[in-house]
C-alpha cells in the first residue's frame, strides 16, 4: 500500500466480505443450477436405489460442441499494426511472437486453464482465466543466479469467480477469485498475522476421518479472496471469517484495462445482468422428455419376450418349451382329447408380442425427433451434419 493512502485494515476487510457477500448472493441460483448440471453430466445418481434409466443427451452435447470451441493449443501471432518499412518493428514483432509461442509449448498451464474454461462455459455457463506474473531466481551453468519472469495461467473455479453485480461487463468494478491456502503457505505469503486466519476450508470425507480419531489439522485451509479494484487501481486481500485485510498494494502489473482476466466466456446473456443462462436451461425440457421416453423403452424391453398361458392339464406343453431340443418328442396322454382341443394351438396362448413391438418401435421414434429439436435449438444438427459453411452466418 503506497505511503500517501491511509489504510485501516479492518475497514478494508469490512467493506469487501460485504461486496463478496452481495456478490454471492446476485449468483446464488445460477450457483444451484450450475451444480444440478454438473451432477448431471457426470451421471451421478442418488444412490444405489436409483434406477431410473437416463439419456445423458447432456454429455454428448458437450463432447461434441468441445473441440469445435477449443480443438488444441493456439499458434501465437504478433503483426505489426501499419505494415510499412520498419526492420526494427519488424524484428520487434518476431521476437514477441516467439517468445509467446515459447511460454504456450512449454508451459501447460494455458492449455490446462484453456480446457477447464471452455469446459465450465459449457456447463454452468461461465469459464474464467487468470493470469499471474511471477520472478524466480535461475542458476545458469557457469553459477550466476539471474531472475526469470513468466506468465502462468491460472485456472479460476466457475464458483470461486465473482465481481460486482452489473448489467454489463463494461460496469464492473472489481473482480475476485477465490484461493485455498494451508497454514504454512499463508504465513509464507502474509506473516505471521496468517494464523489467526481461521480455516474454513474442509475436503469431503473430513468428518468420517474426525470421528476415526485421525489428525485432519493439516487438511484444511483458508479461503483467501484476491480482489482487484478498478476504481481505486488497488489489489486487496480478504479472508473469509476474518476481520482485517491481509494485504492491499497498489496496482502491480499495470496492464491495458487492469484486470488480470479477460471478459469471461458467458453463456447466454441478456442486458439486465451478468449472470448467465446455461445452455442446458434452454433444452432441458426436452432432455426431460428424452430420459422419460428412454425410461419407457427399457419397460418396452423387459415386456419383449415370448411368455403366455398354457391348459394346466396339459403337462407336455411346459415340458416342451423347457425341455424340447432337436429331434425330441414328448409324450402326450389322452392324445383323442388333445387333439379335440386343437391340439398346441387350443391349449396354449402367448402374448401378442406384435402391440409391445409397435409401441417400442413408436417410443425410439418418439426420441429421435426429441433429439432434432435439441439439435435445432443448440445449432448442433450444422455441427452433426457438417453441411454448415463458415461463411454462411456469423454462428457458423
Request: charged share 30%; with cysteine.
Amino acid at each position: 500500500m503506497s505511503e500517501d493512502k491511509e489504510y485501516n485494515p479492518t475497514q478494508v476487510a469490512e467493506k469487501w466480505l460485504q461486496e463478496l457477500k452481495m456478490a454471492k448472493r446476485e449468483d446464488e441460483k445460477w450457483v444451484r443450477r450450475g451444480k444440478k448440471i454438473i451432477r448431471r453430466y457426470r451421471d451421478d445418481r442418488q444412490g444405489y436405489a436409483d434406477t431410473a434409466k437416463r439419456y445423458n443427451i447432456l454429455w454428448s452435447n458437450v463432447q461434441t460442441l468441445f473441440p469445435s470451441m477449443y480443438g488444441r493449443t493456439p499458434q501465437a501471432q504478433v503483426e505489426r499494426r501499419h505494415k510499412d518499412q520498419d526492420p526494427v518493428g519488424r524484428t520487434a514483432s518476431q521476437i514477441l511472437e516467439r517468445a509467446l509461442q515459447y511460454e504456450l509449448d512449454n508451459y501447460r498451464d494455458f492449455d490446462h486453464a484453456m480446457r477447464a474454461a471452455i469446459m465450465d462455459r459449457l456447463l454452468p455457463g461461465r469459464g474464467v482465466a487468470w493470469v499471474r506474473f511471477e520472478t524466480k531466481d535461475i542458476t545458469t551453468v557457469d553459477g550466476q543466479v539471474t531472475p526469470q519472469s513468466f506468465s502462468p495461467v491460472d485456472t479460476v473455479y466457475w464458483e470461486d469467480f465473482r465481481a460486482s453485480p452489473a448489467r454489463t461487463w463494461d460496469e464492473v468494478t472489481w473482480v475476485a477469485r477465490r484461493v485455498y491456502m494451508t497454514r504454512r503457505d499463508g504465513v509464507e505469503r502474509f506473516g505471521e498475522d496468517f494464523k489467526e486466519v481461521p480455516l474454513t476450508h474442509e475436503p469431503i470425507g473430513i468428518d468420517e476421518m474426525i470421528k476415526n480419531g485421525e489428525d485432519v489439522g493439516h487438511l484444511k485451509k483458508a479461503q483467501v479472496w484476491e480482489i482487484w479494484d478498478k476504481s481505486t487501481m488497488q489489489v486487496c486481500w480478504v479472508a473469509e471469517g476474518y476481520q482485517k485485510a491481509l494485504d492491499c498494494i497498489d496496482d502491480p502489473y499495470g496492464l491495458d484495462g487492469f484486470w488480470p482476466c479477460p471478459k469471461p466466456l458467458y453463456a447466454t446473456q441478456t442486458t439486465d445482468t451478468l449472470v448467465p443462462v446455461p445452455d442446458y436451461a434452454l433444452y432441458q425440457d426436452q432432455a426431460d422428455e428424452i430420459d422419460l421416453l428412454t425410461q419407457r423403452i427399457n419397460m418396452l424391453v423387459k415386456a419383449l419376450k415370448v411368455v403366455g398361458v398354457y391348459d394346466a392339464s396339459q403337462a407336455g406343453i411346459q415340458r416342451m418349451m423347457s425341455e424340447g431340443v432337436d429331434n425330441t418328442l414328448i409324450p402326450v396322454d389322452t392324445w383323442a382329447m388333445f387333439s379335440e382341443k386343437g391340439g398346441i394351438k387350443g391349449t396354449v396362448d402367448f402374448l401378442p408380442l406384435d402391440q409391445v413391438a409397435m409401441a417400442l418401435q413408436q417410443c425410439y421414434v418418439a426420441r429421435e425427433q426429441a433429439k432434432q429439436v435439441i439439435y435445432e435449438v443448440t445449432g448442433l444438427s450444422d455441427i452433426i451434419r457438417g453441411s454448415s459453411m463458415a461463411s454462411e452466418t456469423a454462428t457458423a
